[in-house]
């Protein structure tokens, strides 16, 4: 279907609307306990939630802290609860979630200042399961070949950005840390199911203790929150299907 974008759609785009954000701060130096504070600023339905807080930063206060880098839904670094549901900041329109903002740090991590978290209690779980290719044969060749159908196999997992949006929005995980969580899992299918690698039984043996994928209870929160659209919650049971049935 072809869909155009009439000079009344432009214009609405353009027009500046009154913003209100309610942000939690949090800063260590001074704050015993979070708090809310209020912004009000103008925006265009078209600016993303990064550009509104930018103008909160760049012009109201300098000291609002958040993480960004690309601004284009590919890094992975400015995931935040924006009205009860994690999301990448830069890639939600002010036209996708509305003029009256509740943002908050994601849940489950410390936090570090304002919207910043500390991400390594995540990346060390992602780390424990070997997230990178192991293979080591000689291919006797330069390339290790793989079909088209062998590729698709794990399609979806490679398109993980590690943004933390899955783990931090599972119940399990907020109740107990120590769970490996949806993201680590999802980058252990990424490569269990690469007919190229060799350490999938060592990623399975992993993921099948007691922090590992049976402490899912399948609730979907994780598929909900992938801002990549990865079917997170198909990729755990798929992973559960292998450690049962000793099939990849
Ligand atoms: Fe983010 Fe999706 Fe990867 Fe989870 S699976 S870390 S939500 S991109
Ligand atoms: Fe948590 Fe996702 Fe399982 S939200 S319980 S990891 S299906
Ligand atoms: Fe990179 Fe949003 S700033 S994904």
């Given at each position: 279907m072809v869909t155009t974008t009439s000079k009344r759609d432009v214009v609405d785009a353009m027009k500046l609307l009154t913003v209100h954000l309610r942000i939690k701060r949090y800063n260590p130096e001074v704050d015993t306990r979070p708090h809310w504070q209020d912004f009000e600023i103008q925006a265009k339905a078209a600016d993303t939630v990064l550009n509104a807080l930018h103008t909160i930063k760049w012009t109201i206060d300098g000291s609002l802290?958040?993480?960004?880098?690309?601004a284009h839904g590919v890094c992975g670094s400015d995931a935040?609860?924006?009205?009860?549901?994690?999301?990448?900041?830069?890639?939600?329109?002010?036209?996708?979630?509305?003029t009256d903002l509740v943002i908050e740090p994601i849940r489950g991590l410390p936090v570090i200042k304002d919207l910043i978290v500390d991400m390594e209690p995540f990346f060390a779980q992602?780390?424990?399961?070997?997230?990178?290719?192991?293979?080591?044969?000689?291919?006797?060749?330069?390339?290790?070949?793989?079909?088209?159908?062998?590729?698709?196999?794990?399609?979806?997992?490679?398109?993980?950005?590690?943004?933390?949006?899955?783990?931090?929005?599972?119940?399990?995980?907020?109740?107990?840390?120590?769970?490996?969580?949806?993201?680590?899992?999802?980058?252990?299918?990424?490569?269990?199911?690469?007919?190229?690698?060799?350490?999938?039984?060592?990623?399975?043996?992993i993921l099948n203790q007691k922090s590992g994928v049976w402490r899912c209870r399948t609730s979907f929160n994780c598929t909900e929150a992938c801002p990549r659209g990865i079917k997170v919650t198909q990729a755990i049971e798929e992973v559960k299907r292998a450690i049962l049935y000793d099939r990849i």
């Open positions: 802290s958040f993480r960004r880098s690309c935040m609860v924006i009205n009860g549901e994690n999301k990448l900041s830069c890639v939600n329109l002010i036209s996708d979630v509305g992602y780390r424990s399961v070997i997230p990178y290719l192991i293979a080591d044969d000689d291919p006797g060749y330069k390339e290790r070949y793989q079909s088209q159908d062998e590729r698709a196999r794990y399609d979806d997992t490679t398109k993980c950005i590690l943004c933390a949006c899955c783990t931090t929005s599972c119940p399990v995980y907020w109740a107990n840390g120590e769970y490996v969580g949806p993201a680590a899992i999802i980058n252990a299918h990424r490569f269990i199911f690469d007919s190229r690698d060799h350490a999938a039984e060592r990623r399975l043996d």
